[in-house]
């Protein structure tokens, strides 16, 4: 018989997105809502082993659907890693009266609920929050729309110098692992060329196709790089090698870094939010656990963690082949 769920304690963990916050604003008034206590767990999988914990009610929330960051805080924890520090996690939630658990997070994070689960079966539903959009079962996570409109603003920004002094920039984004942040925001701004992790373009077809942009008779280009492209070891080296075989090109690169996380969340992100953080709360009351809520064409739906963690979320060919036209 599954125990009742009397009290929810809410985590953010990994790297922070915006939306996040809307996320924990979701979860704590849907509590209130249901009439069940919520707790939020500061730095994420650290807090709990430390039971550094916070009552939270539909009023602490306030005032903050709009702000990027989490409130809570976010680390990553070498400590919950280890079964010693997992078990002091446990202890703590006893301790606090907590029955279910709201990971906010990526990969790392549900890999993390996963084990945890499997050891002392509490329950765990997660809320996919990663601005690289690489989790599987969903077609968006949250913070992805607000960081692909900071990078296409940055990259307007950009290309006014470009084209004011005949350059070619090199702007690298972030996707370790994943090119949506650079597909989707590269054809959103105009790019000329897009590298990713999931295409190897190859050092000669890019110069091909930069000599082929100069004859057009463009006189700047913007190439947007995925941070975990192969084609060089970095994207300095890369711009290097083509100042190097490309003489009539003036190069310069621009790394866009962690302020594709931060800022204001988009209204999409605003409502993503707020619809996973309800279904979250609605599956713990339900007695589900080891779920993951996500966005499918529109409709909210539950994967396994298992499977947002294995799976992969692939890239829209169709992009490609449409960034391919657009860049003649």
Known sequence: ????????????????APGMNAAI??????????KI????????????IEGDFKPMTARDVSNIINCGGTILKSARSKDFRTKEGRKKAHEQLVKEGIDGLVLIGGDGTFTGGMIFNEEYNFPCIGIPGTIDNDIFGTNYTIGYDTALNTVVEV???IRDT???????FFVEVMGRDAGFIALNAGVGAGAEEILIPEENLGLERLLESLKRTKRSGKSSSIVVVSEGDKIGKNVFELADYVEENLKEYEVRVSVLGHMQRGGS?????????????????????EGKTNLMVGLINEKVKTTNLDNAVKGRHEINKELLRVSDIMSI
């Open 1 to 16: 018989m599954k125990k009742k769920i009397k009290k929810i304690g809410v985590i953010t963990s990994g790297g922070d």
């Open 25 to 34: 604003r979701a979860v704590v008034r849907a509590c209130s809502y249901y």
């Open 37 to 48: 206590e919520c707790v939020g767990a500061y730095r994420g999988y650290q807090g709990l």
């Open 155 to 157: 990259i307007d920004k």
């Open 162 to 168: 470009a084209s004011s002094h005949n350059r070619l």
């Open 265 to 285: 969340p988009s209204c999409f992100d605003r409502v993503l939010a707020s619809r996973l953080g309800v279904k979250a709360v609605e599956l713990l009351l």
